[in-house]
Nanobody, 124 residues
Framework: QVQLVESGGRLVQAGGSLRLSCAASGRAFSTYAMAWFRQAPGKERAVVAAVSWSTGRIYYTDSVKGRFTISRDNAKNMVYLQMNSLKPEDTGVYYC?????????????????WGQGTQVTVSS
């Protein structure tokens, strides 16, 4: 069983930066793949970035490549999403997710554990 708690979301101006954090509980954290999903108003939840259990594979959706960085600290049971050069279209609720298979999947159905979400609002 894994419990996830996100933090770090807030209102920020376009061009600014934020770092989201996800604290995970559970002894097997280091074997789980982790991901950040975003749900914009009126849209489906979609993957932003994902990292395999070994950090050997990292995925970014095209719209955030070069601006966002996902990282994990297995010793601290933490996952981070560094977001730079933020745009209004980055606005949404950001969810941390975990899957026990260890692969950096990009679909919601592959993730068993979810946090409650943290709101990111980027003003123009």
């Amino acid at each position: 069983q894994v419990q996830l708690v996100e933090s770090g979301g807030r209102l920020v101006q376009a061009g600014g930066s934020l770092r989201l954090s996800c604290a995970a509980s559970g002894r097997a954290f280091s074997t789980y793949a982790m991901a950040w999903f975003r749900q914009a108003p009126g849209k489906e939840r979609a993957v932003v970035a994902a990292v395999s259990w070994s950090t050997g594979r990292i995925y970014y959706t095209d719209s955030v490549k070069g601006r966002f960085t996902i990282s994990r600290d297995n010793a601290k049971n933490m996952v981070y999403l560094q977001m730079n050069s933020l745009k209004p279209e980055d606005t949404g609720v950001y969810y941390c997710a975990a899957n026990r298979f260890g692969t950096a999947s990009t679909t919601t159905s592959q993730y068993e554990y979810w946090g409650q979400g943290t709101q990111v609002t980027v003003s123009s």
